[in-house]
C-alpha cells in the first residue's frame, strides 16, 4: 500500500509520496538518485505510480528521502515518466505548501516561512508566506543559474542554452514556425524532442557533475513585451520525452532568467511575468550576481487530493503503461 498527496502548481501535477517508498540507499539525494535509477525495485514504485492506469503521460511527483545534513527539512527525489530530474522548481512549490499546511514545518501564520529542503541540483529553499493561516505564495530560491551557449546551431534554427539546476535550450517558437498555444500542442512536442535529441549528446549538454549533465527539456517561448516592472513571455517546456510542462516550469524559468540577466532585460529589482500553455503564470527575479545569478521564482499550490495505491497480484497491466 502506497500512499499519495497529490497538489497541482499553476495546473501541473505533483504528487508526494507519504508512505511506502520503498529504502534508498545513499549518502547524498544525489547518491540516493542514482540508486533509484539503478534498481528494479525501487524504480517499480514510480512506474506504478506514474503510469496508467493510477498515472498519466505528464504526470510528475516525488520520493521524501532524508536530507544531505541538518540543514535540509528532507530531501527529495523527483520523477517523471521517463525516469528521476535533478530538479524541478513547481514541485519545489508544492513541497513548501505542503509542509506548512501538514505542520512538517512549523510556520508563522501571518508572515513567511522557510523550507529547506535538498533536491539532486542541490540545496532550495521555498519561502511561503501565509495570511491568517492560509498559504498566499511559495517562492523557490534556487540554485544558481547560468548560460551555457548562445545562437547555437540546432538544424534549421538556433537556441540558447542555461541552467536551472537542470539543462535547458531555449528557442523562440516563432523560429519553428509556431505559437505557444494548446493548439500546437502536438508539433511542439515533435519539435521538442528534436532538439532535445540534436543536442542531447553534445559539449552543451555537459555538466562538471557527469550526472547532473543531459539536456532535460525544450523551451519554446513567445515574447510579449515589456511590462512596467519588466519582461513578460509565455512559454512552454517540453521535458523529458515528449512530456509537456502545463506551469511556466519553475527550475526552466530559472533557466530563462539567467538568459534574460545576461541580455540586460532582467537588471536586479526587475521581474519576469512568465505565462504557461494554459495560461497560468509563475513570476520571476534575479536577486543577485554576475556570470551565474541567483533566482526566485514565485507561484503558489492546490491540494487536489490524498490516494491510496494498491497493485493485485492479479492484476493483467502490472505496474501500468504509457500512452504518449
Known sequence: MIT???????????????????????????????AAQASPEIDAVRQLLVQEPRGHADMYGCFLVPPDDDGAEFGVLFWHKDGYSTACGHGTIALGAWAVRTGRVAAVADGVTEVVMDVPSGRVTAVVTCVSGVVREVAFRNVDAYVIGRDVPVGSTRVDVSYGGAIYASVPASSVGLTVSPSHYPELIAAGREIKGALNTTSWASHSDSRLSGIYGTIFYDDLG???????????????????????????????????????????????????????????????????????????????????????PDDEVGRGFVLR
Do not use: K, M, W
Open 226 to 312: 515589456d511590462t512596467p516592472s519588466g519582461p513578460h513571455q509565455r512559454s512552454v517546456t517540453i521535458f523529458a520525452d515528449g512530456q509537456v510542462d502545463r506551469s511556466p516550469c519553475g527550475s526552466g524559468t530559472s533557466a530563462r532568467l539567467a538568459l534574460l540577466a545576461a541580455d540586460g532585460r532582467l537588471p536586479i529589482g526587475a521581474v519576469l511575468t512568465h505565462d504557461s500553455i494554459i495560461g497560468t503564470r509563475f513570476t520571476g527575479r534575479v536577486l543577485s550576481g554576475g556570470s551565474s545569478v541567483a533566482t526566485e521564482v514565485s507561484g503558489n499550490a492546490y491540494l487536489t487530493g490524498e490516494c491510496t495505491f494498491s497493485l493485485d
Open 4 to 34: 499519495t498527496t497529490d497538489y497541482h502548481t499553476a495546473g501541473e501535477p505533483f504528487r508526494i509520496v507519504t508512505a511506502g517508498t520503498p529504502d534508498i540507499p545513499g549518502a547524498t539525494v544525489l547518491d540516493r538518485r542514482a
